[in-house]
């Protein structure tokens, strides 16, 4: 649940002309035949395939999502916003022409072809550690709407972010109101989450907001982490605000304007110039499907911290104070699932190596609040349930849940629940 795992960030600005330096003896005939090159295909067309060199200074396989004319230049010349084939969609950006290799320009590539190609190139280890980050949720979309939610959030709408002592590149488009859509940067008082375009409206907005947490009752206080309850109904701008915030980092997202059926649940590490948001989970306030996590985040300054294990674990000690089982909504991304996977593995493998003699699902279920289809499907996955005269039985050699718990990981941030004060919601008259 961490950020990306990536070369460092560091600009490779050498200049170039568009094309990789040229090797020793380049004479003038070449030149022109670059100039005639670069006269031939640009100004490039949308879905063409080029070579592009990123941050790290190499250059990588792209494809050009969108185009437009470089305000300051002359007005045959643009720049373009690509998408790195090998990488998830959080790294596209506009990019200037002397990023590009013009040498290496293909069109009219076959998608499907191409894709597989690019799966191919990477191993298994090679995604997860360009995926790896936190549980995108709400992955709902049917294809055809994936596709339209794609066309629509193709272009990122907001670059960075200033939140707190943190500026924050984007990942994804949000869909913040109209009259935003002209900002490449927004500032947001970290506090009360309301957002501005310039830094002077911050600075006059901090001046008279009084707010030093957010806006709710807190409920977890532990050392320097604290856990606030927000309802969505008694706070409904600082709710769609957290919204807003989260769909730049969340990209299959259901952005929800009615939040008053949701209660967050957000993650503060405090000093003594107040609570600082680090993430937040979302929670319906009445499932149906026994639904006791709808969306996860944590902001990226704060990833690979265990904060993202800690959200888990304590959606998971809510739902043993309500006495109920939980399972996280569906469908799960890929990544989402891995991470509760992970979870789901801690916990079950610490209480079979403790526990002496048989235990069943029920009893696993009633003991961790963790759903009992849950259990099973964890389960089967280790290959730790084997089906005798007509029930599941669980197998839980030492040696084996040992080596199941080394894969799995550490656990991350631990909840200290004699920390929780808490009354369910249904409770709360």
């Not at 030149?31 to 640009?42: G, N, Q």
């Not at 690509?82 to 998830?88: A, D, K, S």
């Not at 606030?228 to 980092?249: H, I, P, R, S, T």
Request: charge should be neutral; include cysteine; charged fraction near 30%.
């Amino acid at each position: 649940m961490g950020s990306i795992e990536a070369p460092s960030a560091e600009n490779g600005s050498a200049s170039g002309n568009g094309a990789l330096p040229p090797e020793n003896g380049t004479t003038a005939p070449e030149t022109e035949a670059l100039k005639k090159r670069k006269a031939s295909v640009l100004p490039l067309e949308v879905n063409t395939r080029v070579m592009c060199r990123w941050r790290d200074g190499k250059y990588h396989p792209v494809k050009v999502i969108e185009r437009r004319k470089v305000p300051t230049a002359g007005s045959s010349e643009y720049e373009y916003y690509v998408h790195y084939t090998e990488f998830n969609r959080r790294l596209d950006e506009w990019v200037k022409l002397e990023q590009l290799d013009l040498d290496s320009v293909e069109t009219d590539v076959d998608e499907k072809v191409e894709d597989k190609v690019t799966s191919l190139k990477m191993t298994r280890h090679q995604k997860r550690k360009i995926d790896e980050t936190h549980v995108e949720g709400h992955e709902e979309l049917d294809a055809a709407s994936l596709r339209e939610h794609e066309e629509f959030t193709k272009v990122k709408n907001i670059s960075t972010i200033e939140l707190g002592r943190y500026e924050i590149e984007t990942w994804y488009f949000s869909p913040f109101p109209a009259e935003y859509n002209d900002c490449l940067k927004l500032y947001f008082c970290e506090f009360c989450l309301n957002f501005m375009k310039r830094k002077e409206q911050l600075q006059r907005h901090m001046r008279k907001c009084d707010l030093k947490h957010p806006p709710g009752d807190e409920i977890y206080r532990s050392g320097t982490l604290s856990m606030f309850e927000v309802d969505g109904k008694k706070n409904k701008v600082y709710g769609q605000n957290l919204c807003y915030l989260a769909k730049l980092f969340l990209d299959h997202k259901t952005l929800y304007y009615d939040v008053d059926l949701f209660l967050f649940y957000v993650l503060c590490e405090c000093d003594d110039r107040g609570c600082h948001m680090v993430g937040y989970f979302s929670k319906e306030k009445h499932s149906e499907e026994s639904y006791n996590l709808a969306c996860i985040l944590t902001l990226p300054p704060y990833q690979r911290k265990g904060y993202g294990k800690f959200l888990i674990a304590f959606s998971y000690e809510l739902s043993k104070k309500e006495g109920k089982v939980g399972t996280p909504e569906r469908p799960l991304s890929d990544l989402g699932l891995l991470s509760y996977r992970g979870y789901w593995t801690r916990v079950l493998l610490d209480i079979l190596k403790k526990h002496k003699g048989n235990i069943s699902i029920k009893e696993l279920s009633d003991m961790t609040a963790i759903k009992a289809e849950d259990i099973l499907t964890t389960l089967q996955t280790l290959e730790l349930i084997q089906y005798r005269k007509g029930q599941h039985v669980i197998c839980a050699d030492p040696k084996v849940l040992d080596r199941h718990l080394k894969q799995a990981g550490r656990g991350g941030l631990e909840v200290d629940v004699s920390k929780l004060i808490w009354t369910p919601y249904k409770e709360q008259g």
